[in-house]
């Protein structure tokens, strides 16, 4: 019937944008391996191109690294929120219920002083 499971604040993960900056950083390593086999046709290559392949996995580890730690980031911040908002909630809720309290103790207060002064008044 419904779906009884409850609501995150935190959306779901999305490994879309992770796929695509590998690629895009993969891209960019086979274009610098080419565009380096083109330029120099007659020459050795190996070490420009294991420069350029050596360069290619820690920059994408260090990008999904950045990609997941602002995923992080996102996550808690949600989770912030939603207890700030509890909290000020809460908070609010314990000033009215010490408003009233004190709004009770301070009538109370007065009906004891106008009690008194109708007591003096009447002739017994």
């Known amino acids: 019937m419904g779906d009884t499971e409850p609501k995150s604040i935190v959306p779901p993960p999305d ?4 796929v695509i900056a590998v690629v895009c950083v993969l891209g960019f390593g086979v274009a610098g391996t080419v565009a380096i086999t083109f330029a120099r046709p ?3 290559n190996t070490v420009l191109i294991g420069l350029v392949l050596g360069f290619i996995a820690p920059t994408a580890l260090s990008l999904l690294a950045f990609m997941k730690s602002q995923e992080t980031h996102l996550s808690v911040n949600s989770r912030l929120d939603a207890f700030m908002k509890n909290a000020t909630t809460a908070a ?6 010490e408003g009233r309290a004190q709004g009770r103790t301070d009538a109370n207060a ?4 106008l009690s008194h002064q109708d007591n003096e008044r009447k002739p017994l």
């Open 92 to 97: 609010r809720a314990e000033g009215q219920m």
């Open 15 to 18: 490994n879309l944008p992770y």
């Open 110 to 113: 007065r009906t004891d002083v």
């Open 42 to 44: 007659d020459k050795d």
